[in-house]
Every structure is written in C-alpha cells, then in structure tokens.
C-alpha cells in the first residue's frame, strides 16, 4: 500500500524463523536446512498446516522470535504503541510508508552457513539455498524497504548478523547497522539516533547485559519463548556464549512473561537457555534443584499452559545427581511430544538439547573440557552413556549434536566417536552430527570451517550412522522407511555422487538399510553380529579430585555468578 503514512518504528522478522510449524521447535530447525527450488520446502509442508503465519486485525504479527519482543519492549519504555508496528515481510506495505524513520530485523540464520544449515543444504548442491535464507532474503529486499530507503535507516541485529558482514553483503542489501550481540545497552541510543535522522555506526559491538537491564515482554513469542538464564561460562571454544558467565533472571519476571504469551494465545512455553541446569545455580555450576522445580512448576501452575518445552541442557549434572530428574519430572507430565518408547500413561517424553560434540577425549580436552566438569576430561564416553541411561529410564529422549572435522581432528579421534556412537545404539535419542564453522567470536573463530566434500570415509560413516539411529528411532514406520531405502540410492546415483565422490557410498547406504553383511568390510563398524562396544555404561561415574578448572570468566576473576533470588 504505497503511499500510506506508516509507523515511525518498523520491527520485522522473517517467516520462516516466526513460523511455529506444528509446534515443533525440531521442524522449525530443519527450515535453515531445507533448501529452496528442490521441492524441499513446498514438500515438507503438510496440507493441513498452513505456513500463514498468524496477524492481529490490523495485520500485525500475533508472533515472532524473542529477540524482536525485547527490542519492542525496550522501545516501548520511551515510545507510544502507535510508534510501533512489528509484523512479517507480507504485511511490511501495511506499515513501512512515508513516517517510517527506522526498520528494525531480526536475523536469527539470515544466509544459512551456521553449524547444521551449511551442511544439509551442501547435499542438494552448490548452488542451493535454505528456506531461512530466502525467506530473510525476500524480507530485507523487500520493495517498501526499497522505495523508503531515503528515509529509512535500516538495523539489522540477532545472533546470526555475523553472517551478513562475513559474507560483504550489508551494502547490497542498504544495512545502516548491524548490531552484534546482546543488544538491551545500545536498542535505545541506536534508534533514538535513526529517529534524529543521524549517521550510524556501520557495526555495533556488545557486551552482555546487565541483568535489571532486560526487560519484561509485552507481546507474545513465537512458540511462547520465555528467557531464564543467559551466559553459560563452561568455556567451550567453538561458542561464544560458553565464554560468558551465567546468570539467572527473577522468577517474577518469568512468570510475568509467561502470562504474557498465554494471554495472546500461547497454550505452550519454551523456557530457553544456555543450560537447564546453571538456573540459579551454586558455586561452581552446582545445581540448584529447588528453585529449578519450582522454577517449573510455578511455570505450569499459571491458568492457560497445557505444555512445556525445554531447550539446552548439559549431561554431566545428570550424572552428579541423578535425583534431579525425578525431581523434574513436571517437565515429562506437561510435555509436548509423545514417543510409543515411552513408559508414561500417555506415552509423553520430556526433550532437551544437549550437545555431545565429540567421542574423541583428546578433543574434548583441547576444546570443551569445561563441559564435563566436575568430572575429568576423560570420563567423558563415561558421563555420555550414563546420562543416557538415566534421562532414557526417566522418559526424557534428548536432542543431541555432534560436530564433525574439529580443528585437529584425526581418523582416531574419528573411530573414538564412533565407538561411542556404537555404545549408544540402543538410546532413546535424536542425534544430529554438524560440521565445524568457525563461529565469530569464539577462541576457533579464525580455523577453517569443515567441508563435506573433504568428509573422510570414516567421518561419512558416522554422518550417516547417526542419521541412521535418529530416523529408526523417531520416524521408524513402514511408509517413512521404504521411501528412504528407495530413495536414498537413488539420491547417490544421480547426484551424491557426483557432487561428494564414491567416499560417500557404503555410509549413505546404511541409512538405506543396506544389510550389514553387505557393509561390513566397507565400513568401520559392525552391527551385524555381536560386536563388543569399545564403550559400556559404567555403574557410577566417580568424582575425581578437581585439580583444574574450567577457564570460565567467574573463575578466572573470582567474581561470583550473576543471579538473582529466586523468588
């Protein structure tokens, strides 16, 4: 609607990173994979899903990602709601018009070459795109931003606007200034300063806020996203918020957030953070179980929440207290997902994700130790199956990643991960292999990023190995399977091939179903006889005594960890 007078303040997010597709923060994932042009997105919507995503009568968005709430809310502080708009890339005509002086957007993935989306797209070939970079694409070029520019400054910020500066396309797409970062410090300068018709940084760096600084939302998430915790401090070098110590928000203001997205419509809340388990945490990354349980349980007790999801956890406070799952077992009874492997009445699992990254203790040691602690480095095969055994006993099915062509990474350290891939054949699990992108700041950021096409045969095995286990495990039925084990040969035949070379062969067709004794002399592992795992569930992982630490921020100056009473 060109011509209309429009909002002073536009905030946008993409479609497919608003979507709240089947409710399935899994399906929303695979978005930044799927490519577009190959059927692959058309395809994967269902017709009784519709990918509209929802609008308010006056054609704002009823949802979008978090990030966006903040900044809206932030603004909200100094500005009249008539200021605002925050809708998606279809309705931008409704509000992008003569007044408007500033367009803010969210980038969460905007051209797809973080850990999983740069890997699966590579499969359909060079020139594929994923259905989160066109759809970001078709947001920042879209013709209102185009036919306002003169007027309008635009600022992109988001965990992914590193992307856009990595890859030199903040001119071509008419970027004023992309913000890296926590961005509660500099929202409220930054826009007070668009709207003074002021020049703006090309780049905004930022540090972690301070916790009274983080606002309180006023609309709704998508999937009804309420922050408990930021920062983590286990110091894993391949991430950057590893690197910032954890701190806990007021249980007050959780609470308050959650009745915000029920009150617009949110029957479901994904309580997001860094690590379940750091929630009010003690010194040291001890667990602080009662305020975790009431934690959920005040969370589900607000009149209108029928489901919980969870995000990233760690597996070695599982092990340190494995109490601490029954106590947690809120998070089972008001879940989502529904697995026949489950032993609950209504056959409810409780998902977290949970990065196992390496099977490769020396890895582990050079890049994440921190990660296992308080136990040893090399305890780690030993926390992995015993966290298993004991989320799998209590009903909680784990999203796992693993992260292949580690810088340094050898054919051993490569068998060591299989091996303990084999040891967790039998797990109830979803498990996700990635290859390795230098992340920007994180201690990796300047190694080369892993390439499928330089995948060894043994690395293509436990790509597929792995892909193998999560489709048996959660898509295992006669439809789903035969499609795969016709499909899978054809894939190679007419294009893996000739985009990966024969390398790629024997493993793509163990997901196929290939029969083991076709495969076991072209590849390292056996599952068609009784092969002893390298690795077995040990009755109890002991604690050594600690004579390292983690390099975290807190412990390197011993400032304490920033939480908050819980309340």
């Known amino acids: 609607m060109a011509g209309t007078r429009g909002r002073r303040i536009v905030l946008a997010a993409s479609n497919s990173e608003s979507s709240e597709y089947q409710r399935s923060i899994w399906r929303q ?58 809708c998606y890339p279809d309705q931008l005509d409704l509000f992008v018009g003569d007044d408007t002086q500033v367009v803010g957007i969210h980038a ?57 500066e990595k890859t030199g396309v903040q001119d071509a797409w008419l970027i004023d200034c992309l913000v890296d970062g926590e961005a509660e410090s500099v929202v409220l300068p930054l826009f007070r300063a668009a709207l003074r018709g002021e020049s703006l940084p090309r780049k905004v760096e930022t540090r972690s806020p301070a916790l009274e600084t983080i606002p309180r939302i006023r609309h709704r998430s998508t999937y009804g996203t309420v922050e408990i915790t930021r920062g983590c401090g286990r110091g894993c070098q391949f991430c950057s918020v590893a690197l910032r110590a954890g701190k806990s928000l007021p249980l007050d203001q959780i609470l308050y957030n959650v009745k915000v997205q029920v009150a617009e419509g949110a029957d479901t809340i994904f309580l997001v953070t860094e690590d379940l388990f750091l929630y009010e945490q003690g010194p040291r990354f001890d667990t602080n179980v009662p305020a975790l349980r009431r934690l959920l349980e005040s969370v589900v007790a607000v009149p209108g929440v029928r489901h919980l999801m969870l995000s990233h956890a760690t597996m070695a406070p599982i092990v340190r207290n494995p109490e601490l799952v029954d106590e947690l077992s809120v998070a089972v009874e ?21 990065g196992l990254e390496t099977g490769s203790t020396r890895l582990f040691t050079q890049h994440m130790k921190g990660k296992a602690y308080p136990y040893r480095p090399e305890q780690w095969p030993d926390v992995v199956l015993k966290g298993m055994e004991i989320l799998n006993k209590r009903n909680w099915f784990p999203f796992c990643t693993w992260i292949i062509g580690l810088p340094g990474e050898t054919r051993e350290d490569t068998k060591e991960s299989l091996e303990l891939l084999f040891a967790l054949k039998d797990a109830k699990w979803c498990v996700v292999p990635t290859l390795f992108t230098p992340l920007e700041d994180t201690r990796l950021g300047k190694k080369d990023s892993a390439r499928l096409i330089e995948l060894t045969d043994l690395q293509w095995e436990f790509f597929f190995t792995c892909w193998r ?36 062969k024997y493993p793509i067709f163990r997901l196929a179903h290939f029969p083991e004794w076709f495969l076991r002399r072209k590849l390292y592992l056996d599952f068609s006889g009784p092969r002893t795992p390298r690795y077995r569930v040990p009755e109890t992982v002991d604690i050594p005594e600690l004579r390292w630490r983690p390099a975290i921020p807190e412990l390197q100056t011993g400032e304490p960890p920033r939480t908050h009473p819980a309340v």
């Not at 059927?39 to 990602?65: C, H, L, M, R």
């Not at 797809?112 to 740069?118: E, L, N, V, W, Y």
């Not at 359909?124 to 400054?153: Q, T």
């Not at 959660?474 to 990966?500: A, D, H, I, M, S």
Request: charged letters at 15%; glycine letters at 8%.
């Open 29 to 86: 994932m695979l978005l930044a994979t799927l490519p577009t042009g190959f059927g692959g997105f058309p395809y994967y919507i269902t017709a009784d899903v519709s990918w509209q995503n929802e609008t308010w009568p006056d054609g704002q968005a009823k949802y979008v990602p978090h990030g966006l709430r903040i900044v809206e809310a932030l603004l909200l502080e100094e500005l009249s709601p008539d200021d605002i708009a925050v």
């Open 334 to 354: 008001y879940a989502l997902g529904q697995h026949r492997a489950s032993t609950h009445p209504d056959k409810r699992y409780a998902m977290a994700f949970i």
């Open 108 to 164: 969460h993935n905007p051209l797809g070459i973080t850990f999983a989306a740069g890997v699966y797209v590579q499969l359909y070939g060079r020139y594929a795109e994923s259905v989160n970079a066109a759809e970001f694409r078709k947001l920042i070029l879209h013709p209102a931003l185009r036919r306002h520019k003169p007027h309008v400054k635009v600022i992109v910020g988001g965990p992914g606007a590193w992307q856009i």
């Open 469 to 504: 286990y999560s489709l048996d495990f959660f898509r295992n039925t006669p439809n789903v399977q035969w499609k795969f084990n016709v499909g899978v040969p054809l894939y190679y035949y007419l294009l893996g091939r000739e985009l990966f070379g024969p390398t790629m």
